[in-house]
């Protein structure tokens, strides 16, 4: 059950991080955040939705009880 619930709650933040990214939510990309400053809010954008696919996929994998890494 614990791997489940952990599991379901990866997959909802990487969810979240994906959309927040390919939507331009506010939340996920302002301007003023130290990756955006650094590389621009298109690279940054890209790198958060790279970061929310991983923890998508880790969520899965714990969902599912694959425990590769």
Known sequence: M???V?????????LLAMLGAA???R???RSGKFLNMMLGDTFAR??????GVLIFVL??????GANWF
């Open 6 to 14: 952990t599991g379901l709650v990866m997959m909802v933040f990487g």
């Open 46 to 51: 890209v790198i958060y939705f790279l970061v």
């Open 23 to 25: 939507l331009n939510w």
């Open 2 to 4: 614990g791997q489940t």
């Open 27 to 29: 939340i996920v990309s």
């Open 59 to 64: 969520g899965l994998e714990q969902f599912l």
